[in-house]
């Protein structure tokens, strides 16, 4: 391939492992119940919850007795993609 389609799919590869990592800290976050109010907070969730609202209008059984799932979902998706990406970077 060319340079510029490995670069380009290098930086997607990028683009997501980084959100991957703000899933998970959103993830953990859920759990200590920071301040809302608290910019960083407020930029993790601007960037996961509209996500984990699509998938839990699509799929509402990812919710199990009040546990999101969501998270663990998107993950997953993300990783698939990001192995065929790699894959094709090959």
């Known amino acids: 391939m060319s340079i510029i389609v490995n670069s380009i799919i290098d930086l997607i590869l990028l683009f997501i492992n ?13 759990f200590v119940n920071p301040d809302p109010r608290n910019q960083i907070v407020q930029i993790i969730r601007n960037l996961t919850e509209p996500v984990f609202y699509y998938v839990r209008r699509k799929l509402p059984f990812v919710v199990v007795s009040g546990i999101d799932l969501s998270p663990i979902l998107i993950i997953f998706v993300l990783n698939i993609i990001s192995q065929f990406l790699y894959k094709l970077h090959m």
Not at 18 to 30: K, R
Request: hydrophobic share 85%; no cysteine; charged share 0%.
């Open 18 to 30: 980084i959100y991957v990592w703000v899933i998970i800290i959103a993830a953990l976050l859920s």
